[in-house]
């Protein structure tokens, strides 16, 4: 992965984005991502897969993770599939230990939190998730 | 991000939404729907015609102004949901908390009726 930027204003170039941690430039990166992804022939069930995913994740690490610097994003295109890798320096964070929110069909059952990292691991293909040197890295793949 | 606009058809409202329903626009129709629930609109029909994208955030604002309006007696439906919208309410196993009808129109008959039975 490339050297961490500080503004990802400055680097429009979809294959790598340094993303202030911040609500505002995590939701304007995902979509743009997204929409770069569609310019470059991915479908559009592929590519809100992708938004979708990036945005759950990094609102998850500015709400909670104590991330001192950008998150950094590095999008790969094979041919079969869009790989997204994430890294960022904030607090453990392993999407996988996530519990299964209970999804109940009562609505006054039906608990409000913890439903954006389980619909991300049902949209996407894979999802992995690595702690090295205190950084969080998880790599989403969604096929094409 | 996301245009919110109200239409008084008495006696409720439609909310039509137009644009992104995420972590940043959520609070604004959360707080919008809120003022509704508090009026004199015996329903309110939320129109998602136009919105392309929901996040966690989205499905939560909706999720509460459900449970508030079963308190308060007062009629919700979504109408004309888009598939991308559909699919994570789908997986979110929230379709089936939801009156949710292909138009604005069908929302508002449906709800007229019920109000009218009660």
Same mark, same amino acid.
């Given at each position: 992965m490339k050297k961490p930027d500080t503004d990802c204003k400055k680097h429009p170039d979809a294959w790598h984005r340094?993303?202030?941690?911040?609500?505002?430039?995590v939701v304007a990166a995902a979509s743009d991502?997204?929409?770069q992804l569609r310019q470059h022939g991915v479908s559009a069930t592929a590519a809100h897969a992708v938004h979708f995913a990036i945005e759950e994740i990094l609102t998850n690490t500015v709400r909670y993770s104590r991330a001192a610097q950008p998150t950094q994003i590095a999008i790969a295109l094979r041919n079969d599939a869009v790989v997204v890798e994430i890294e960022d320096d904030g607090q453990p964070f392993d999407p996988l230990q996530l519990p299964t929110p209970q999804l109940s069909a009562n609505l006054d059952d039906r608990q409000a939190g913890g439903i954006g990292i389980h619909l991300v691991r049902k949209m996407v293909s894979s999802l992995a998730y690595e702690r090295r040197h205190n950084r969080n890295h998880i790599t989403i793949t969604v096929a094409r | 991000m996301l245009d919110i606009t109200h239409k008084p058809e008495p006696p409720g409202?439609?909310?039509?939404?137009?644009?992104? %329903?995420?972590a940043i626009t959520a609070p604004e129709l959360e707080q919008q729907l809120d003022t509704l629930l508090n009026s004199a609109h015996e329903y309110i029909v939320v129109d998602l015609g136009n919105v392309a994208f929901i996040a966690s955030a989205g499905l939560r604002v909706f999720l509460?102004?459900?449970k508030k309006a079963k308190?308060?007696?007062?009629? %919700?439906a979504l109408c004309r949901l888009q598939p991308q919208v559909q699919q994570i309410f789908d997986l979110a196993g929230m379709?089936?908390?939801?009156?949710?009808?292909?138009?604005a129109e069908h929302a508002h008959t449906a709800l007229r009726q019920r109000s009218a039975s009660k």
């Amino acid at each position: 992965m490339k050297k961490p930027d500080t503004d990802c204003k400055k680097h429009p170039d979809a294959w790598h984005r340094s993303v202030p941690n911040c609500l505002p430039d995590v939701v304007a990166a995902a979509s743009d991502v997204a929409e770069q992804l569609r310019q470059h022939g991915v479908s559009a069930t592929a590519a809100h897969a992708v938004h979708f995913a990036i945005e759950e994740i990094l609102t998850n690490t500015v709400r909670y993770s104590r991330a001192a610097q950008p998150t950094q994003i590095a999008i790969a295109l094979r041919n079969d599939a869009v790989v997204v890798e994430i890294e960022d320096d904030g607090q453990p964070f392993d999407p996988l230990q996530l519990p299964t929110p209970q999804l109940s069909a009562n609505l006054d059952d039906r608990q409000a939190g913890g439903i954006g990292i389980h619909l991300v691991r049902k949209m996407v293909s894979s999802l992995a998730y690595e702690r090295r040197h205190n950084r969080n890295h998880i790599t989403i793949t969604v096929a094409r | 991000m996301l245009d919110i606009t109200h239409k008084p058809e008495p006696p409720g409202v439609t909310v039509a939404l137009k644009g992104h %329903l995420n972590a940043i626009t959520a609070p604004e129709l959360e707080q919008q729907l809120d003022t509704l629930l508090n009026s004199a609109h015996e329903y309110i029909v939320v129109d998602l015609g136009n919105v392309a994208f929901i996040a966690s955030a989205g499905l939560r604002v909706f999720l509460a102004c459900a449970k508030k309006a079963k308190r308060a007696n007062r009629g %919700l439906a979504l109408c004309r949901l888009q598939p991308q919208v559909q699919q994570i309410f789908d997986l979110a196993g929230m379709t089936p908390l939801f009156l949710i009808h292909p138009t604005a129109e069908h929302a508002h008959t449906a709800l007229r009726q019920r109000s009218a039975s009660k």
